[in-house]
């Protein structure tokens, strides 16, 4: 009989993945009842997360009668240094993307691809360097690396950033071939999900957090950007300015949030930010993180989730309560309509409300469910 197999991961691995036999069905049934487990349909897998503990009591479960694999490590990015001609470059590059009026996000971004490709082709005046040049260098990248779709991207900006807009080169000049974009679902939580999240932290603050980031569908960017004054409580909303693209916005203002954000702020009592560090100042993208990961693990929700998904969970919901989709688009922010239906797809998918018309002709017509047995034969 097949053994299961505990796929080892690095040990700063968030969850180990685990292979459990269809025909052990009592330990399947067993592990299932473990705290964090997670099934995983298009691997075939289960994980559980990675901490002693958990570790020890599959070891248990299995009873010592298991596989052991290694998951292969892709090579990391090596660290480079750039001689003084690339560095000059870089500098024409950073000045080029701040008068470009760049948020400082990008600019690091693409920064640090024009890095690694400037290292690649260090050796050549980069002003020859053309099309089939580039794609062999991203198809390096992507065989020896194995970087993902959305690097890819990136690096294709950076570098056509700085040969059309630095070196003034024509766009069809540099017309590289880009990967073909996934069709994927964003991830959402159900309402109960949702609500064992946000309110599982006992800190009013990270409870704040989360309400506010769900309750008005904020990125993560927005969030921590918000000021005292932008929580208009008269007018019911909340003004997002600057968000992505440039542009201001206005959100919902909760009745719910509101009465929280009033307990916060007499307890924390905020000057500038609305939520500030301890020492001050903004507050980080990745204490918000660190929340929510929190939050999450309390609350056992989807393991895969981030705080971008209590976004894509607000938007889901609205759509669910009867909200139209231009109005949601408006709410999010989003430029094209396009983006907004994505949400149409998650709802055709998990709405328990839309009936199969199977349901409806039976309802209507009563099938028969008797079974003659005569019939077989």
Request: aromatic share 12%; hydrophobic share 35%.
């Amino acid at each position: 009989m097949k053994k299961p197999i505990i796929y080892q991961n690095h040990k700063n691995a968030n969850r180990i993945k685990i292979f459990i036999p269809y025909e052990l069905k009592q330990i399947r049934k067993e592990f299932k009842k473990l705290n964090t487990t997670w099934w995983h349909p298009n691997q075939k897998l289960w994980s559980i997360i990675n901490t002693k503990e958990n570790i020890d009591l599959v070891k248990i479960l299995f009873k010592n009668d298991y596989e052991q694999i290694a998951l292969e490590k892709t090579q990391a990015l090596p660290k480079i240094v750039l001689n003084d001609k690339s560095k000059a470059i870089m500098a024409s590059f950073e000045q080029k993307l701040i008068l470009s009026s760049y948020s400082k996000n990008t600019i690091n971004t693409y920064k640090s691809e024009l890095k690694f490709f400037l290292k690649y082709f260090e050796n050549y005046d980069i002003s020859q360097v053309d099309k089939d040049m580039i794609e062999g260098y991203i198809f390096r990248l992507i065989n020896k690396y194995s970087i993902g779709e959305s690097k890819q991207n990136l690096a294709i900006n950076a570098i056509k950033f700085f040969y059309e807009r630095v070196l003034g080169r024509d766009r069809e000049v540099y017309s590289i071939q880009r990967p073909k974009r996934a069709k994927q679902l964003p991830g959402v939580l159900s309402m109960e999900e949702a609500y064992r999240l946000i309110n599982s932290p006992k800190n009013i603050k990270h409870k704040a957090i989360l309400y506010t980031i769900y309750s008005a569908g904020l990125r993560n960017s927005e969030l921590i950007n918000l000021r005292v004054k932008d929580i208009y409580s008269a007018d019911s909303y909340i003004f997002i300015k600057g968000a992505k693209g440039k542009k201001d916005r206005h959100s919902i203002l909760s009745e719910s949030l509101l009465d929280l954000l009033r307990k916060y702020y007499k307890a924390y009592k905020p000057s500038y930010w609305l939520f500030e560090g301890q020492s001050g100042g903004k507050y980080s993208s990745k204490s918000v993180q660190r929340i929510y990961r929190k939050a999450q693990q309390i609350s056992n929700a989807s393991p895969w989730s981030t705080p971008h998904s209590l976004r894509h969970s607000f938007a889901t919901h609205l759509l669910e309560s009867g909200c139209n989709l231009r109005t949601i688009q408006v709410l999010l922010g989003h430029n094209s309509s396009k983006t907004t239906e994505i949400y149409t797809h998650i709802l055709s998918v998990n709405n328990k409300k839309i009936q199969s018309p199977l349901d409806i002709i039976n309802k209507k017509y009563k099938f028969d469910l008797s079974d003659d047995k005569t019939e077989e034969k």
